[in-house]
Nanobody, 123 residues
Framework: VQLQASGGGLVQPGGSLRLSCAASGRTFSRYTVGWFRQAPGKEREFVAAISGIGGTTHYGGSVKDRFTISRDNAKNTVTLQMNSLKPEDAAVYYC?????????????????WGQGTLVTVSS
């Protein structure tokens, strides 16, 4: 599976961005896909994930109720809708894929990673 994240950019506090993770591979629908982020000097942080079977979702505590993850298996795409953005949301965002059906929040569990897309939240 190859992943490509896109959609990052500069947004003002309170604004919205939509990130996309495009994947190759005919079995993509079976993978759990997660979004992680990493700010300078900080560890990679779990943001959200969606399972391949059933589409179960899980969010990190700092983004719950503001971010929404969804997937379109016909298009091999996972989307992260980010609303009410805060300066502390600024980071490089990565999408990752894990063949297991259960959702993991630990980066090391994920086998495949995209290249990252930069989100800047600033006025």
């Amino acid at each position: 599976v190859q992943l490509q994240a896109s959609g990052g950019g500069l947004v003002q506090p309170g604004g919205s961005l939509r990130l996309s993770c495009a994947a190759s591979g005919r079995t993509f629908s079976r993978y759990t896909v997660g979004w992680f982020r990493q700010a300078p000097g900080k560890e990679r942080e779990f943001v959200a994930a969606i399972s391949g079977i059933g589409g179960t979702t899980h969010y990190g505590g700092s983004v719950k109720d503001r971010f929404t993850i969804s997937r379109d298996n016909a298009k091999n795409t996972v989307t992260l809708q980010m609303n009410s953005l805060k300066p502390e949301d600024a980071a490089v965002y990565y999408c990752a894929a894990d063949i297991r059906s259960s959702i993991a929040t630990t980066p090391s569990v994920y086998d495949y990673w995209g290249q990252g897309t930069l989100v800047t939240v600033s006025s």
